[in-house]
């Protein structure tokens, strides 16, 4: 950054942009919500909203050959990474036009020519995923970075472990992302990391690790793009503990006893966002221009609505089809 914040180094396009994917990420997670109450979907969510600044704080940084893993909790991440509203709405609610067929749902969504490699049931299983992303990479030469986003209950599982250790020792342009929202479902991060030090366990393992505000975009850039640009010169991987707060449940209809009332409602009033980055954008962008991005995204998503129940469902004959990858 040469001495400038991202806030002031980020031109007013760039700005935009990324204020135009959170706002993405808010709207389509907040109607997937009421779809899904209405009966409209099938199978588990897991809403993102809340986290929309380490999604596209990382993502802003990479290009479409950059590869990412995800978690269950994906939509966030494929909307950053670039993956169509249209095709990911019709893929939750199962329909034949979907990025996936209507086959995946919402915890399989990919696109890997947006370099998307998949949101995924398996907790910890972008770790290794990415891992071989940055290996295809270095060994072609082509500087391309592999980045795995995990939870904190992700970070303790033996696949993030050998990741990890495989990407320091090959010096792999890989990324970790820990997203530490302070649940692993119900149970607390404070309780099921040993160490209660995400980042800390990371570095042991040989690589730069840092700590930020994961509500902040600019904090979340800034930490993204320094790693980014040292996996891209061969000097390794690096990993990133982002703290932020999911404004929903674990899923959708998790009754939540593990926060109160009073703790969500001081999350969205103090950790949202959307409202962080419009405080610290500067000049640059006006309020009128943030309020025009966010009519519209909201028509977007309403387009996505109406395009995914109009869309057919499946045919019964290709049920068998595209469940193995043929060589």
Request: some cysteine.
């Amino acid at each position: 950054m040469a001495g400038k914040t991202a806030a002031q180094a980020l031109t007013k396009e760039q700005l935009l942009h990324a204020y135009r994917k959170m706002v993405e990420i808010r709207e389509f997670e907040d109607r997937v919500h009421i779809e899904n109450q209405a009966g409209d979907i099938p199978g588990f969510i897991h809403l993102y909203a809340g986290q929309e600044a380490v999604a596209v704080g990382v993502c802003e940084n990479l290009r479409d050959t950059d590869y990412i893993g995800s978690t269950h909790r994906g939509h966030g991440h494929s909307i950053a990474k670039g993956c169509d509203l249209k095709g990911m709405m019709a893929e939750i609610f199962g329909r034949a036009t979907g990025l996936n067929h209507g086959k995946g749902g919402s915890m399989h969504i990919a696109d890997l020519s947006v370099g998307m490699l998949g949101a995924n049931g398996i907790v910890g299983g972008a770790g290794p995923l990415a891992v071989g992303a940055a290996f295809t990479g270095k060994y072609k030469g082509q500087g391309n970075i592999g980045v795995a986003f995990s939870g904190d209950g992700g970070s303790n599982q033996g696949t993030i472990f050998e990741a990890m250790n495989m990407a320091v020792v090959l010096k792999l342009p890989a990324l970790f992302v820990f997203e530490n929202n302070g649940f692993g479902e119900a149970t607390g991060a404070d309780f099921a990391v040993g160490s209660g030090d995400i980042a800390g366990r990371a570095a042991a393992f040989g690589m730069p690790a840092i700590k930020v505000d994961g509500t902040d975009f600019f904090a979340v850039y800034e930490a993204a793009q320094e790693a980014v640009e040292r996996g891209r010169r061969g000097e390794g991987p690096t990993a990133i503990e982002a703290k932020a707060y999911r404004w929903f449940g674990h899923f959708e209809g998790d009754p939540g006893l593990y926060r109160t009332p009073e703790q969500l409602k001081a999350v969205r009033e103090e950790n949202d966002p959307l409202l962080i980055f419009r405080q610290k954008v500067g000049r640059k962008v006006s309020a009128k221009e943030l309020d025009a991005i966010e009519a519209e995204v909201k028509q977007q998503v309403e387009d996505a609505v109406e395009f995914a129940k109009n869309s057919p469902w499946p045919k019964p004959e290709e049920l068998t089809t595209d469940v193995y990858a043929s060589y």
